[in-house]
């Protein structure tokens, strides 16, 4: 069963930083796009930040110049440096992976189960 598994997460003042990182377990064919999303009470999840297995990077608007998102293609991870936080950056963050578990399997999107990101005015 693939899983992903975030951590990182916390509380931090605003203009603080938090680091969050991602593993993902073997056993699957091939990973490619990861990716974070977040999800904040009573809105829908969107996009943060996601990274193609050849080093593309996207972006929300709303995070450009203060969030960097790596990945290590080789340890199977995927992270997110977070700095100059926001009380709007406060939410639940969710590893994303596209992943396919054989060789003919279509693509499917997995999910971590989440880390609380709560940043204070």
């Known amino acids: 069963q693939v899983q992903l598994v975030e951590s990182g997460g916390g509380l931090v003042q605003a203009g603080g930083s938090l680091r969050l990182s991602c593993a993902a377990s073997?056993?699957?064919?091939?990973?490619?796009?990861m990716g974070w999303y977040r999800q904040a009470p009573g809105k829908q999840r969107e996009l943060v930040a996601s990274?193609?297995?050849?080093?593309?990077?996207n972006y929300a608007d709303s995070v450009k110049g203060r969030f960097t998102i790596s990945r290590d293609n080789a340890k199977i991870t995927v992270n997110l440096q977070m700095n100059s936080l926001k009380p709007e950056d406060t939410a639940v963050y969710y590893c994303n992976a596209d992943i396919r578990r054989y060789n003919y399997d279509s693509p499917r999107d997995f999910w971590g189960q989440g880390t609380q990101v709560t940043v204070s005015s």
């Open positions: 990274i193609t297995s050849s080093g593309t990077t």
């Open positions: 073997k056993g699957f064919f091939s990973i490619r796009t």
